[in-house]
């Protein structure tokens, strides 16, 4: 760990060194980032309401370095405390380990994390989630370090995403998490490109390692890719474009273990999404997920809070649907409203929100998640509520 910091620290000041004699520092230089304020209430009933609070700072940084190079790093730093805290609940998600035991949950191999108090009513945890070097010249571009693989096309659910698979619920981290990776990518034109990554997990089985085609045809975009997922040989395409005025989207891919190709049943996850603007500001959003592993048990709506969707496993039931509609109230303030239903499962999860630009790089939220199920009883009930209050002030 001291000899990345030392790197990291000698590459910062190589690079300020550079951009002073030779260049304008503001050219080469990019900073930026946010403090958040978020309140949380948990709301199970009228006895049962916990409150808890996160104050959150990201930095970000980008140097670009002689010889077509730039370094790039992110950083989050986040302090949590209340009753929530005290007593190791995250998300509905009371594990029986501490707060900080259940932050740590990055699946990489650079150690760059830090809990710097681990209290009863206090936490603060710091990680580096980017840190990369990235070279590229002509129609070549090379990126080494825990960076962001973003190949997903869809808007709500990313089964091409191997990578970084998206956590709609996970509404408070807009970078989503990085990967501990190489990826190179070779532009073919304007409008095709040849996508090649490896991913090192904190085991090695899960290693991830594939190759992304990708073109424009017809005004869609289009991609094929293949590789190792995991324990999985992944197959998959996916595209972009539009039926008339409505947006149409859609990926899938199909895994099948590697080490039984012949006699293993492959699980195929395939999502699509149909988008539109209605008149008056009004834009509408249908999307559909399958899952041809997933369970046709019913189970507790909360437990999604503790479900890690992953490229496979978007949800954990075979079929859910999603509906949205979002209307700009003003040029200030905007309206969203948002579920989705699992078949099978019967989970109903409801999740408005209210946005208001203060200013320019203020803005304040108010987001809630309700989840409504079956009970021991077979009762269609509302099981759970999350309230959440969030201020940012951008820099």
Not at 233 to 238: K, S
Request: net charge positive; proline share 3%.
């Amino acid at each position: 760990m001291k000899n990345l910091l030392f790197l990291v620290c000698l590459v910062l000041v190589t690079s300020f060194g550079f951009a002073q004699k030779k260049y304008k520092l503001k050219d080469h230089i990019q900073f930026g980032g946010y403090l958040k304020y978020m309140q949380t209430n948990l709301i199970q009933n009228a006895d049962t309401i916990l409150t808890d609070n996160l104050i959150h700072n990201r930095l970000n940084l980008k140097i670009k370095l002689p010889k077509n190079f730039t370094f790039g790093t992110g950083v989050r730093i986040r302090a949590f405390y209340g009753e929530m805290t005290k007593l190791g609940i995250i998300s509905g998600n009371q594990s029986g380990n501490s707060y900080a035991d259940q932050l740590k949950a990055y699946d990489g191999i650079l150690n760059l994390e830090r809990t710097w108090v681990s209290g009863n009513s206090l936490v603060i945890n710091a990680i580096m989630d980017r840190l990369w070097l990235d070279y590229s010249k002509g129609n070549l571009e090379v990126r080494v370090g825990r960076q962001r693989v973003n190949w997903g096309l869809n808007t709500v659910w990313n089964p091409n995403d191997l990578f970084n698979a998206l956590n709609y619920l996970d509404f408070d981290y807009e970078e989503r998490p990085g990967s501990d990776a190489i990826r190179a990518q070779y532009f073919v034109g304007e409008m095709s490109s040849i996508d090649v990554a490896y991913k090192w997990a904190e085991d090695p089985k899960n290693n991830v390692a594939a190759v992304k085609y990708k073109f424009n045809t017809h005004t869609y975009d289009i991609q094929f890719l293949a590789g190792k997922y995991q324990q999985d040989l992944a197959i998959g395409t996916g595209w972009a474009g539009n039926i008339k005025q409505a947006g149409f989207k859609g990926e899938g891919t199909y895994f099948i273990p590697y080490d039984s190709l012949t006699t293993a049943t492959g699980v195929l996850s395939f999502s699509t999404t149909l988008e539109y603007g209605f008149k008056k500001g009004w834009s509408g959003m249908v999307s559909y997920l399958l899952n041809s592993g997933g369970t046709k048990m019913p189970q507790n709506a909360l437990a999604l809070n503790t479900f890690a969707p992953n490229a496979k496993a978007m949800m954990p039931n075979k079929h859910t649907v999603f509906l949205n509609f979002m209307k700009p109230i003003s040029p200030v303030f905007s309206a969203n409203i948002g579920g989705f239903y699992g078949f099978g499962v019967n989970w109903l999860i409801f999740f408005p929100t209210l946005t208001y630009s203060i200013k320019s790089n203020w803005d304040i939220d108010l987001v809630g998640q309700m989840f409504w199920g079956d009970n021991m009883q077979r009762e269609f009930v509302n099981q759970g509520n999350g309230i959440f209050l969030r201020l940012k002030w951008s820099y």
